[in-house]
């Protein structure tokens, strides 16, 4: 009886596991080179499903630049032996991916200093932490679905470090990183599918998957011109402020204090937002802040290289992530997904700020927008604290993406 049972339950993973991969019918490969006004680059955010009454999504991702950059697992036929499927599988994708499964691994040479030891020292625990996020795919439940995609640009960002002299042995990294974060963008994007996961949760993945893109193009592509990095701040121009800056447990003020979200007096009662004034709020904050709902939309020009459109895709992905909290703050508080929105940010910060690095009078606005959107993450979260829903260290961490926002912002308004 246990055996048959064990039978079953590895039927139910492998063929759980394979429809994470591409499957007919599922999702076509992108073309490797998308129309620049292509519309799949920048996929609206869809409406819940006409046929059903709860939060299930049809999910749309941006296309890839590197389409053959996949894993596309065998389906069950049924007649396999399910342990022996499932070994072969898994033998295909270490194949693929043999640096990230340990097949290739790190080795510390006798020429190396103790910078690049400590670099493969943190390389190996990153990478023994990707071996652990697996494990859910395998069946296990996913305690934290936005650490493996963290995890994954971390260990793009050591090995950027380690192997900065050495290109041609970056780009077989940063091919498996981008196998791997498909993976995992595709296996989240079911369980989102299916109810199981919030849609933000695939966004932020898909953000971390086209970052990785944009780091792989340009390994592959040195002749292009990069992107030109924000422009040097005039020091001079600084006025003193005010305030307490550093005071213990106090949150400290801000730069910008005409920079506020919307406020619509007496919303609050014993059963949360009144539908009215939720409404009522949502539109203000639309209004203050077009571009992050969408009201002010981005376009893919078609002058615009492959650089910018992945940083637009990214930039328009963390703007869907941005909308669905909003709608859903009303319902209560939800410590597990703060560091995901708050991350979202700060990811969005970044997009913009490469993109318009030298046109201010496009990034200020963006930025404007986001300190808005951290003031409203900041003040909720600190009521959450106060009223004892959050632990005190999620305050301290909207904190910090606040004035990350506002040196973002001050260093803009204040280019030579």
């Not at 190396?112 to 296990?140: C, F, M, N, S, V």
Request: net charge positive; glycine share 4%.
């Amino acid at each position: 009886m246990r055996t048959s049972a064990k039978r079953v339950l590895f039927a139910v993973l492998c063929v759980t596991f394979a429809t994470s991969g591409v499957r007919a019918g599922d999702e076509k490969k992108p073309d490797a080179t998308p129309k620049a006004d292509d519309a799949a680059w920048l996929p609206p955010l869809t409406a819940f499903r006409a046929d059903r009454h709860d939060s299930r999504r049809d999910i749309r991702v941006p296309p890839s630049m590197f389409p053959d950059l996949v894993f596309t697992p065998a389906e069950w036929d049924g007649k396999e032996d399910v342990e022996v499927f499932w070994k072969r599988r898994a033998a295909a994708f270490n194949e693929l991916c043999p640096r990230l499964l340990g097949k290739a691994v790190l080795k510390i040479e006798p020429t190396d200093d103790a910078l690049r030891k400590l670099l493969k020292a943190h390389t190996h625990q990153l990478i023994l932490e990707y071996q652990e996020h697996l494990k859910p795919i395998e069946g296990r439940p996913l305690s934290d679905a936005g650490r493996p995609g963290v995890n994954l640009l971390e260990i793009q960002s050591t090995l950027a470090e380690l192997l900065r002299e050495q290109p041609k042995e970056l780009v077989p990294w940063l091919e498996e990183l981008i196998v791997a974060a498909k993976q995992f963008e595709r296996f989240t994007r079911l369980r989102v599918e299916v109810g199981s996961l919030r849609p933000p949760e695939v966004m932020s993945m898909t953000r971390v998957r086209l970052q990785l893109e944009l780091v792989l193009w340009r390994a592959k592509n040195p002749q292009a011109e990069p992107s030109k990095t924000q422009p040097t701040t005039a020091r001079e121009k600084a006025v003193p402020a005010e305030g307490d800056w550093i005071a213990g447990t106090k949150v400290p003020p801000t730069l910008f204090p005409d920079i506020v979200p919307p406020v619509v007096a007496g919303v609050l009662g014993n059963s949360g937002w009144s539908s009215f004034a939720f409404a009522r709020r949502m539109a203000r904050y639309t209004d203050r802040c077009p571009r992050l709902f969408g009201v002010v939309a981005l376009k893919i020009e078609p002058t615009d290289d492959t650089a910018r459109k992945l940083l637009k895709a990214r930039l328009h992905q963390g703007t869907l992530q941005f909308q669905l909290p909003q709608w859903n703050q009303h319902s209560g508080p939800d410590p597990n997904s703060f560091v995901l929105d708050a991350n979202c940010l700060l990811d969005i910060q970044a997009a913009a700020t490469e993109l318009w690095a030298e046109q201010p009078k496009e990034l200020v606005p963006w930025l404007e927008e986001l300190l808005v959107a951290a003031k409203d993450q900041e003040q909720y979260t600190q009521r959450r604290v106060e009223a004892g829903a959050y632990k005190p260290q999620l305050l301290n961490y909207a904190t910090q993406t606040r004035l990350k926002i506002e040196m973002g912002l001050w260093k803009a308004k204040n280019a030579k």
